[in-house]
Structure formats: C-alpha cells, structure tokens
C-alpha cells in the first residue's frame, strides 16, 4: 500500500498555492498554482490513496461556488496525473461542511427520498488503514460503513466522487469520476513500527472545542457524560460553533464579505478601529435591555460596560492566531488539550481494533500552517506531545499551502508519504 498525505490547501481562497483562479476579481477561470508541480514530485504517482487531512475546501471565506471550482480543477489535474486511485477525505473546521454535506446525503436526502426514515447523523466515523507488513493487498475500512464491491476499496459513491466531472451545454458530463472515502475527525494508520493518529487539529483549538469543554465542565452530568467523551460525543456537542464558524460565518453574503472578513483582517494585524466600532454598537444594545429604574443604576451599568468593553479589546489585542503560529504546539492549553483528546482517540481505537495492545504512537495533522518535518520516533530532539501517562507521541505537521495573508512569504507544506512494504515513512518540504 502507497500513499501520500497533505493538508491545508484552503480551495478558493485567493492565497491558494496550489489551486487559485487566474482572475481573482471576478474569481473565475480557475488554473493550478505555482506549487503544484513540487507536490506532484513529492506524492508521486500511483498512490493507493491521497490522505486530506482538511480544510481542503474553504468555505469560511469562500462561496461553495469558488471553492469546489477551484478544488475541480486540482482533483482533475491529480487524476491526470496518475497521483491516487482514490482519496481519504478527512474533513478539518473550514470545510466541515463537506462532513454535514455527507451526513445529510446519506442519513437524509437519499433515505427521505427512497421513501425510508431518515437516519440520525453518525457524527464520527473513524478510518483505519492497516499498512502492517503481514496484512495483505490494501485493507482500508470506515468503522461501522459497510464497504461496497462496487468501488476499488469499499467506499464511494457520494456527491463528491463527481467533483471531477464537468458538464457540457449538451447536459452530458466529461471526465470521470473520484472515489472518495469520508473519514471524521480521525483515521488511523496501523504500521509495524506502531499506529499513527492522523486528524486535522482543529480540535487542539480552544475555539473549536471550547464549547464542549464548558458544557462538560458546567453540565456533564446532566448529559449523562461523567468520565472520558467519546470521539462522537465531542464532535456532538461542538457542531453548533463548528458549524457556525465555518459555513454560517462564510456564506452570509454581505455580513461575510464586509463585515466579518475584514474583521478577521484586522484582528490579524491589530487594527481595533472597526472593532471598537462594532463593539460600541452591540454594547449599546445591552445598555438598552438592562432595565434601570434610578440614576445610580444608569451610573453602575456604564461602568461595567465600559469596564467589559475594555477587557474584550485588551483579550483581542493579547490573542495569538493560531495561524502561521510557531508557539502553538508548546503552549500549556494546547498541551493539556492534546492529552485530553488523546484519551478519547485511544479509547476509539480500543473498540474498532480490540486485538491493538498500543496507543498511537505518532500523530499527523495540520491547522496551524506551520510545517514541521516527520522525524524518527525517539530522535532527540523529534517534537511530542506527552500524554500524562509518561508516554510521548511524536508529531509532524503537514503545514499549509496558503502564502500569509496576501504577503510574499509561503511558511511552506509537508508531503508525507507511506509505503507497507518498507514500513518507510517520507516527509518532503515544500518551500
């Protein structure tokens, strides 16, 4: 078994590398980028898969529209050239909606429209990939998806296989189609050196696990949830940000285009004019629902709302992105949450492979778009994140494939690649 593995490519986003649109005004006539022809050297060619390990497509600051033109172009152009027989789509926060999509086609639209119940969304499917050097041909799985004759390796069929179709005036369709297998937010990779944990990162975030860290904090017994969360149950309880900061935040036409983008810009470059402005107005609103029957209660208001309004810029002005951010890895909340997800990740593995006597022992993911090289496991030097048990799992990160906003730098990108037969794991930068 062959494969290759990135992250991060962010289709319609102007920035793009790898995939953009030749006319960025009007964003049309999408063409590949500049960095393509090196990933191509890197993954090369007749993969058994191509692991995507998310925000793939970009839909917080993207229309569908642009993205999935852009991403056509780039899954055309790696059918052409011969790069993977099928992909592992494993969904990151900015395309979570690729995720919602399939949830909605398979457990929805398709049963609703066979005349059959809808189902309830699974949440979490993990992926395992057994690449150990006894197994043998290419044993690929989707816990608890019945794998289909019908495909090369079990799995396809869904909307996305016809990304890579393109249809004429005729309404007939040129190219052929994609198989993609759908994988959230976890695949695991069983090699004989161990097993690797390969998911986007998003949830190392605060913000994209904030809410299920207060809700288990504030009312966890009420949801009946008093030791370690499952992988599902995580993912249940942050959709409702998840969701919200990834298609509700990108596709709200004008409050998207001027207003939260540019928010976004100047947050980045710590321009707090707007968002004094935008936070005097909303603040403004609260002073008129608190009811005030005297002075006095007038006088105490405004103060605490100024003394609100005065923290929140001093937090925006303090908050790091996570972005291009090279500390992200070592700060103590990423660490602490890191092992925390780690617990959940282990006992998800436990139950799909029971006979697996060893918690992962390497973890791949992305996010942050700073790059960093996949290095021998115990290496000194080799960068880890401790679990609290006294074990380490060593990590790569696969970069992303964005210049920094606009400018002239690229961070650079990883492209790993896998294959069974020399259990030889390959980290290629691109620059």
Request: net charge negative; charged share 25%; proline share 4%.
């Amino acid at each position: 078994m062959k494969l290759a593995v990135i992250s991060d490519t962010h289709f319609g986003d102007p920035d793009c590398l790898l995939a953009t649109f030749k006319d960025l005004s009007s964003r049309s006539d999408p063409i590949i980028g500049s960095r393509y022809e090196q990933f191509r050297q890197a993954a090369g060619q007749d993969n058994d898969f191509l692991v995507v390990l998310g925000d793939i497509l970009d839909f917080s600051v993207c229309s569908y529209r642009e993205s999935f033109e852009v991403a056509r172009t780039f899954f055309r152009q790696i059918q052409k050239d011969g790069i993977a027989q099928s992909i592992i789509y494993v969904p990151g926060n900015h395309d979570a909606d690729v995720w919602h999509l399939y949830e909605y086609e398979v457990n929805v639209i398709r049963r609703i429209a066979a005349g059959k119940n809808a189902h309830d969304f699974l949440y979490s499917v993990p992926g395992v990939l057994d690449g150990r050097s006894k197994t043998p041909g290419v044993q690929f799985r989707l816990h608890g998806i019945k794998p289909s004759p019908n495909y090369r390796y079990g799995y396809g069929g869904t909307f996305i296989d016809s990304i890579t179709l393109e249809s004429q005036s005729d309404e007939s369709c040129t190219g052929e189609v994609l198989n993609f297998a759908l994988a959230y937010p976890n695949l695991y990779l069983l090699t004989d050196q161990g097993s690797v944990l390969l998911t986007h990162g998003h949830y190392l975030e605060e913000y994209w696990s904030m809410l299920g860290e207060w809700a288990l904090e504030i009312a966890g017994k009420d949801m009946g949830i008093t030791g370690i969360p499952t992988i599902r149950e995580l993912v249940e309880i942050n959709f409702p940000f998840n969701q919200l900061a990834c298609s509700g935040a990108g596709q709200a036409g004008p409050l998207t285009r001027n207003v939260i983008l540019p928010l976004q810009r100047d947050a980045r470059s710590r321009d707090i004019k707007r968002i004094e402005r935008y936070l005097d107005g909303i603040l403004a609103r609260i002073d008129k629902l608190i009811p005030g029957r005297y002075v006095i209660d007038e006088i105490v208001t405004d103060a605490l709302l100024r003394q609100l309004r005065s923290r929140i810029i001093d937090t925006i002005l303090k908050i790091e992105p996570t972005r291009f951010n090279e500390k992200f890895v070592h700060e103590a909340h990423v660490q602490e949450r890191f092992k925390r997800y780690f617990r959940s990740c282990c006992a998800e593995l436990k139950e799909i492979e029971p006979e697996l006597t060893d918690n992962p022992n390497r973890l791949v993911f992305g996010h942050t778009h700073r790059p960093i090289s996949w290095q021998i496991g115990g290496l000194e030097g080799a960068p880890a994140f401790s679990t609290g048990t006294g074990r380490q799992v060593h990590f790569c990160n696969l970069g992303g494939w964005l210049s920094n906003y606009g400018a002239k730098e690229f961070c650079g990108a990883e492209v790993l690649t896998f294959d069974s037969d020399s259990q030889v794991f390959r980290s290629e930068r691109i620059e």
